[in-house]
């Protein structure tokens, strides 16, 4: 089955999708659902759509904002419909659930993100992203359905399984999403302390930060040097005397 991965559904406006959703995972052996926010939930539309997938739906975890969906996850992976110039790199499906599976056969949690119907992931939510995934499509008419690109990506997550190796042992933990999201908040109040950052316009700066230790996926050690650094540069010891 799918340890150690969950599908977050952000802002579903219509029940429907989600139980669709919940029955294009169950095909494919995923049953961790998690929803932010949804419109409307529990609803009999979504039960209705879920068919025999009801249980994905019951066991569904329901909260309210996005860093309660992503709490100990090491790996995140958002849907996007455009390729992007900056921020974290476009992958194709094979490619995304191959990296999300590899990472959960080390113990690890990993998350794959969808967005809303309409709109889709906003910035800042891909901005949490390690990685984005693009389902190539027809460019005269692109608009996937969530519950098509559960289905997709759900093949790819069945495939992925089958071709991760046994995972090995290993010191180094990879850095969850509540650890980095405090680094970067660390980074963001040492670089306005020192006037490096514009408090005007810290998004740009921050954004390309972001971008970076994306690329880089610092593990928790790392993290915590980093850290230590931040605060070392906030409060400089006095220089020793000199007996």
Known sequence: MDKGLRIVLVETSHP????????????MCLSRLVLVNPVEFPHADASARASGAVDVLEQAEVVRTLDEALAGCALIAGTSARQR???????????????????AAKGQEVALLFGRERTGLTNEELARCHILVNIPSNPDYSSLNIAAAVQVLGYESMLARGAVPAAGESEEIPATAEEMEKLYEHIESAALETGFLDPANPKHLMRRVRRLFNRARPDQNEVHILRGLLSALQNPKPPRRKV
């Open 85 to 103: 110039g900056l921020g974290p790199p476009v992958l194709s499906p094979r490619e995304c659930m191959q990296r999300l599976h590899a990472e």
């Open 16 to 27: 429907g999708n989600i139980g669709a959703a919940a029955r294009a995972m169950k095909t």
